[in-house]
């Protein structure tokens, strides 16, 4: 995973705790979460209005012609 290894996410998730506080983990995590979501989400609609133009001009296409 990138070349880290656990030592160095061990060191990387206590310097998180120590930043942070333990208090705001959970939101910070519940934000990422919602994130990584919304990404994926967003990702998803522009793959489908890549898809349907090309399925609209195919259509549009078969009627000019008749």
């Known amino acids: 995973?990138?070349?880290?290894?656990?030592?160095?996410l061990i060191i990387i998730l206590i310097i998180i705790l120590?930043?942070?506080?333990?208090g705001k983990l959970p939101e910070i995590g519940s934000?990422?979460?919602?994130?990584i979501k919304n990404f994926k989400k967003a990702t998803h609609?522009?793959?489908q209005?890549?898809?349907e133009p090309k399925?609209?001009?195919?259509?549009?296409?078969?009627?000019?012609?008749a």
């Open 55 to 65: 399925e609209d001009n195919e259509t549009e296409n078969h009627e000019d012609k």
């Open 49 to 51: 209005e890549l898809n």
């Open 31 to 35: 934000g990422i979460g919602k994130g």
């Open 45 to 47: 609609e522009a793959q």
């Open 18 to 22: 120590i930043i942070f506080g333990a």
């Open 1 to 8: 995973m990138f070349g880290i290894g656990m030592p160095e």
